[in-house]
């Protein structure tokens, strides 16, 4: 292209191997490009998968939450005609607002927090007596059954100021005051008594501090809607001049600035909390037997992994009854160690009342995929496969290979005594029997917990009497 443009013009020949040799590298970059594009899909991995899918439902994050800063005062006298000298009038600051973590039964993930989360500063104190405004709360609202832990901060270089430069964070001052005024002798230096003061008060705030950091650190489990917490409180606005008001120091020219807020790192795990948890490994139909049973319309798809993220539905009866079904993603061989996300997973049994394996009675040996299921569960929680429980053989309507394996796996739990239910959910066989037994179970659960409470609420009562 150059050598052409240098002979004084554009030579057609050099033009159409020109425009040849760029098709050509065209059509060679293109056949690269697609070639590195089939081996790229074949090295993905299911856990590429679930990263990629997965970031639309998050049940763990770590967050750092600041209180509001508090507000500075305000250094202000009292003017009008002919009071040329008035009293001091400046206004405190405003505090700052505080961070409060809520529970909201329509919030479904964590995915709308952000990673750093900071209320509301107070506003500053004005001229004639006027406080300032205390800041606005944040409000966090997390789905219900979030736990809220307070970790360790990282370690941060503490920075190192002079003097002066702690005073100037300290304090406002009038114009044209000099803080660094030479004192004259025999007289008091009403600035430097202020100053101790302040030294005294925060003396006694790192020392409640410190009390408060012995209850050890924050932690809060959200079951109930609107359970909140209040993880981070505001600072605590600045003093206007009248707070430094003496009989012999008559208009102080100072004021201090507000104090910053509290700052926790913390973190929020979601455990999704519902009657029944379905567990089983990937492809044993979890999902069509949720579709089934409730009004939740899950994806469903026969591949491994169709589910990606816990799916609650809810089971309504005739007499307006509502059982909670959570679809737990499917659990693979080694999901204990974290394999495959699985503590991801893992995290949202914890609180079903009642477990339901769900086996594929089609498989070469369903029993074994129970037994890999109950040896996962009691590696990752040790008592998990204590709860009550039961088994539901799905894909029943396999005759040739079901009807042999059924029997197997009744011989199997014999000596456990869990019921095995039988069941076809593409075709919705044998589910009005499945949604009946549920019933009655989480009936006998609920009414346990119930009368547990109540021994507990007793108890506390008989206490509080005896103190009295």
């Given amino acids: 292209m150059l050598l052409a443009t240098r002979h004084g013009g554009f030579n057609p020949f ?26 790229i899909k074949k090295r993905r991995s299911v856990d590429y998968k679930l990263r990629g899918k997965g970031r639309q439902f998050v049940d763990f994050m770590r967050v750092v939450a600041k209180g509001g800063n508090g507000g500075d005062g305000c250094v202000s006298f009292h003017r009008e005609k002919f009071l040329a000298k008035g009293p001091p009038n400046g206004g405190n600051g405003g505090r700052g607002g505080d ?27 004005l001229g004639g007596g006027r406080h300032g405004t205390m800041g606005q709360h944040l409000v966090i609202d997390v789905p219900v059954g979030t ?28 114009p044209r005051m000099d803080p660094d005024e030479q004192v004259i002798p025999g007289r008091k230096n009403f600035f430097l008594e202020a100053d101790r003061m302040m030294d005294e008060e925060e003396r006694y705030l790192q020392w409640r501090e410190r009390k408060e950091r012995q209850q050890g650190p924050i932690y809060a489990d959200l079951a109930e809607h609107d359970q909140q917490v209040v993880v981070c409180h505001g600072g605590a606005g600045g003093y206007g001049n009248p707070h430094f008001l003496t009989t012999d120091n008559r208009s102080p020219k100072w004021a201090t600035r507000g104090r910053p807020g509290e700052v926790r790192y913390l973190e929020l795990e979601l455990k999704t909390i519902a009657d029944i948890g379905l567990v089983g490994l990937p492809n044993a139909g979890k999902s069509t037997l949720l579709g089934s049973i409730s009004n939740a319309h899950p994806k469903q798809g026969s591949y491994a992994f ?79 496969t204590e709860r009550q429980s039961l088994i539901v053989a799905n894909k029943a309507d396999q005759v040739t290979l079901a009807k042999d394996n059924l029997i197997k796996l009744q011989q199997s739990v014999e000596k456990d005594k869990i019921p095995v239910i039988p069941v076809s959910a593409k075709y919705e066989k044998n589910i009005i029997k499945l949604t009946s ?28 009497t005896d103190s009295q």
């Fill in 437 to 464: 037994i549920l019933r009655k179970n989480v009936e006998i659960i609920r009414k346990q917990e119930a009368e547990q409470r109540q021994r507990e609420l007793d108890l506390q009562q008989e206490n509080d």
């Fill in 99 to 125: 961070v409060i973590i809520r529970a909201n039964k329509d919030e479904t993930t964590l995915r709308r927090l952000g990673k750093a989360c900071t209320a509301k500063r107070g506003e500053n104190g």
């Fill in 14 to 39: 050099l033009r159409r191997s020109a425009i040849s040799c760029l098709q050509y590298c065209r059509i060679h970059s293109t056949g690269v490009f697609w070639q590195d594009q089939e081996d």
């Fill in 147 to 174: 736990i809220v832990r307070q970790v360790a901060s990282p370690l941060e270089e503490e920075e190192e100021l002079d003097e002066r430069e702690k005073r100037d964070r300290r304090w406002v001052y009038y």
């Fill in 306 to 384: 169709t589910t990606l993220h816990p799916f609650v539905g809810t089971v309504d009866y005739a007499d307006q009854y509502q059982l909670t079904v959570a679809d737990i993603p499917g659990l693979i061989q080694g999901a204990h160690r974290n394999v495959g996300l699985g503590h991801a997973f893992l995290r949202h049994v914890e609180r079903a009342k009642l477990l339901v394996y769900v086996v594929d009675l089609s498989g070469k040996a369903p029993w074994d995929d129970l037994r890999i299921l109950q040896h996962e569960l009691e590696a990752y929680r040790p008592g998990l």
